[in-house]
């Protein structure tokens, strides 16, 4: 499977590399595929409490000929809004929720071609793959329905399922695999469906059978619940919750931390995991609490690890390209909101050849009154926070830091000796944060530099709520910037007098 060869399928029934480093993970997976859709809803009797199936079972069954676009009936991404046929959202409820992202060409090369998010991803696995055949896709929908919101669209046409791998509802599962593959030489690229599901672990299952359980429990009935795995038996719980006889407690997270991250330094170097740890990040609108974390900061605290978030297409382009080719683990922090934004690319960025640096930061736009950094999605409302600024005579500096891990204290210190202010946006939980970070390598190499106190933009320090009015506080604003910027900049009230 080295040595430039094709990878195998690496799947219940076919051998695999994988299978000789870690025959526990490999069990896993092989012990949750889906039962064939003749057997799922026959395990399934009528009982007094078949509506908390429901409300608790939030695992997503596709049945042939369904265009389902969300993977969680009751809480997938966005279910009430929907997707067309190329995955862009749609209806009120988005433009409700959150401003129109503006397209603000500022920092590109003047150029009459436009390119969406969507697209570059894209074309930077296709090219990628083409390059190296040790580059491999997996993940849930990748092959077959093309990528839930269309990123590997063409694919699996294109370089079949041998590199284009569905794999069950099993995120410790198949994130393990990749590891493993990435251990004997392969290039793995592991899309997770959003990053919240990096966090879950198959213990869910469990968890859920015992609430079926307990809510019978409540009715005063018995509960027959059959697992939708055809290797695992019906279980039959009684009234309360009952014990089960397996237990699959592995996070997906374990192995991007445990297994990814620190082989490098455990093996002495010996063994280097080329594996790409990509999908959606962060608030996208609707989705509550369980699908709305930004784990940029969970991550760029693990050594071992290199973080990225892209903003623009240029930016998912070069940078995916560059944690394909990086012989380290990379976790590629997406938006899924910016998926069918457009934005201007020069031929230089369309080139195969392309490829932006790690660790480097971008000025998206320059200033000389106060710095503004911000990642991902924020960096379009620091860009339009600029604009507004621009009318009231402040000029201001916005850096896009691109790379979280490692972080460009060097661009972002420059920056704040000219302005000598500085505000930091994320949308992340303020506490430990990106923006703590940047605050720190400030105060540390620049203080003597500062003339205002540093603001830090941030989300509320609260789980995400579902209501729109409540999600729109809880993410930051245009005018959240504005107002922190005029802070920095003694244009307004402070914070504490004007509460």
């Known amino acids: 499977m080295t040595n430039g060869a094709k990878p195998t399928s690496i799947f219940p029934g076919q051998r695999s590399a994988a299978q000789g480093y870690s025959s526990g993970t490999a069990s896993i997976v092989i012990g ?20 908390f199936l429901f409300l608790f079972f939030f695992f997503w069954r596709p049945r042939p000929g369904k265009d389902v676009g ?6 997938g991404q ?4 929907g997707k067309d046929e190329k995955g862009n959202m749609l209806g009120g409820p988005l433009r409700r929720i959150l401003p129109e992202i503006s397209r603000l060409p500022k920092g590109y090369s003047t150029v009459g071609k436009e390119m969406t998010v969507r697209e570059a991803l894209n074309s930077a696995l296709d090219e990628e793959m083409s390059a190296d055949p040790k580059v ?7 092959g077959e329905y093309q990528g839930a919101y269309k990123i590997t669209k063409g694919l699996l046409e294109k370089y079949g ?17 990749g590891v493993g593959a990435a251990y004997y030489g392969l290039h793995p690229v592991v899309e997770f469906m959003t990053f919240n599901f990096s966090m879950q672990n198959e213990s869910r299952v469990i968890g859920t059978l015992i609430l079926f359980s307990a809510a019978a429990s409540v009715l005063g009935a018995t509960v027959s619940v059959g697992c939708l795995f055809d290797e695992f038996k019906p279980a039959k719980l009684g009234k309360g919750a009952g014990s089960m006889e397996f237990d699959l407690g592995i996070v997906a997270i374990d192995h991007i931390i445990n297994s990814a991250a620190k082989m490098n330094y455990m093996s002495a170097g010996n063994i280097s995991v080329p594996i790409v740890f990509r999908g959606p990040n962060g608030a996208a609108a609707g989705v509550s609490s369980q699908h709305s974390q930004c784990y940029a900061a969970w991550y760029a605290h693990v050594p071992g690890l290199k973080v990225l978030s892209p903003y623009s297409s240029e930016d998912a382009r070069g940078l995916l390209k560059a944690a394909i080719r990086d012989p380290d683990p990379v976790v590629f922090l997406e938006n899924e909101i910016l998926y069918g934004q457009s934005f201007p690319v020069s031929d230089e960025v369309l080139d195969s050849s392309f490829c932006l640096p ?3 930061a971008k000025i998206e736009r320059e200033g000389k009154d106060v710095t503004i950094t911000a990642f991902s999605k924020m960096v379009d409302y620091a860009l339009q926070a600029a604009e507004v600024l621009s009318k009231e005579g402040i000029s201001a500096e916005v850096i896009n830091l691109r790379s979280l891990r490692p972080l460009d204290r060097r661009t972002i210190n420059a920056s704040v000796r000219k302005t000598n202010r500085l505000v930091s946006v994320e949308e992340g939980f303020p506490q430990h944060g990106v923006g703590a970070e940047i605050c720190t390598s400030v105060i540390e190499e620049s203080f003597e530099y500062l003339d ?43 914070m504490a007098a004007a509460a």
Do not use: H, W
């Open 70 to 75: 969300t993977r969680e009936a009751g809480v």
């Open 78 to 81: 966005l279910a009430s809004v």
């Open 452 to 494: 205002a106190p540093v603001e830090r933009i941030a989300g509320a320090d609260v789980p995400m709520p579902y209501a729109a009015n409540l999600e729109r506080l809880a993410v930051p604003q245009v005018d959240n910037i504005v107002n922190a910027v005029k802070r920095a900049c003694y244009r307004s009230v402070p």
């Open 161 to 177: 399922p041998e590199r284009v791998l569905d794999t069950p509802i099993t995120e410790a599962g198949f994130t393990g695999i």
């Open 32 to 51: 949750l595929r889906r039962a064939p859709p003749n057997q799922r809803s026959s395990s399934l009797p009528p009982s007094p409490a078949f509506p």
């Open 358 to 360: 790690i660790g480097k």
């Open 136 to 142: 491999f896709l997996m993940g849930e929908e990748v």
